[in-house]
């Protein structure tokens, strides 16, 4: 097994190598997927990510339009076949006629997990007055949690990661810090995240190590 050293650790104890993530990225937009404007929604989900974990991560990245079928097929096939433990949609969460990621969420989930969405709007509430406008939730489906973030490239890392003061200290937390919580509790590998971006939380009785 692969290991690294807590340096900050009085006795130096090896720390195991961060598991492995499977996620699937999708991004839903009927303009970006037919070429009109180039994607925006998987560059900026990629890079958060990578940004936020210590996991070393496979994406399984998709480009589809906002059509239902297509997107419920999409997430069955992420989660079903290719294992992924967690997907991160973005786009198709608005009140238009063509948003329907939420309801194709909702065909596919398991059980909702509504206060992802609750806690996004409010965040969102922060950056733009219509953060009320999506629709966005979450669900549980087998071993992965599918969460929808608006279409918006930069409201990614805003819903996320949560809004911080200039001193860099979080004034409203992202929905992120639950999310490895969340994975542990539906039997997913342990999600480590850096602190700087992200601090994720668990109960006390959760926490394996704590990496540097
Ligand atoms: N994947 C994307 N890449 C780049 N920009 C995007 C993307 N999705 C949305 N946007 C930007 O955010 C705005 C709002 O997103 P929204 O999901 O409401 O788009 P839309 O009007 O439904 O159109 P479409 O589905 O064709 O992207 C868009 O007008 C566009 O400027
Ligand atoms: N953080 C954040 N949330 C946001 C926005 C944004 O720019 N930043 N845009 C809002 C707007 S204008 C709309 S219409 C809804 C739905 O967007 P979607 O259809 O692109 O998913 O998300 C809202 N939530």
């Known amino acids: ?78 989660v079903d076949a290719q294992r992924c433990s967690l997907v991160l949609t973005t786009g198709g969460t608005g009140p238009a006629p063509r948003d329907v990621t939420p309801e194709a969420t909702l065909a596919v989930g398991e059980r909702e997990m509504p206060g992802f969405g609750e806690q996004m709007r409010q965040i969102s509430l922060r950056f733009v007055p219509t953060a009320i406008l999506s629709r966005q939730t979450a669900v549980i489906r087998g071993q992965a949690l599918i969460i929808n973030l608006p279409g918006q490239p930069k409201s990614i890392a805003e819903t996320l990661e949560g809004l911080k003061g200039a001193d860099g200290a979080p004034l409203v937390p992202g929905v992120f810090a639950a999310v490895p919580y969340c994975i542990d509790l539906i039997g997913g590998p342990y999600l480590e995240t850096r602190e700087s971006v992200c601090a994720a939380f668990r109960p006390k009785t959760a926490v394996r190590h704590v990496r540097p």
Not at 56 to 74: G, V
Request: hydrophobic share 35%; proline share 13%.
């Open 1 to 78: 097994m692969t290991t690294t050293t807590d340096a900050s650790s009085p006795s130096a104890c090896p720390l195991p190598a961060p598991e492995p993530v499977h996620i699937g990225i999708v991004s839903v937009s009927d303009r970006a997927s037919r070429g009109a404007y180039e994607d925006k929604g998987l560059p900026a989900l990629q890079d958060w990510l990578t940004r936020a974990l210590h996991n070393p991560i496979t994406f399984e990245p998709r480009l589809i339009p906002d059509e239902p079928e297509e997107i419920a097929r999409t997430l069955i096939e992420l």
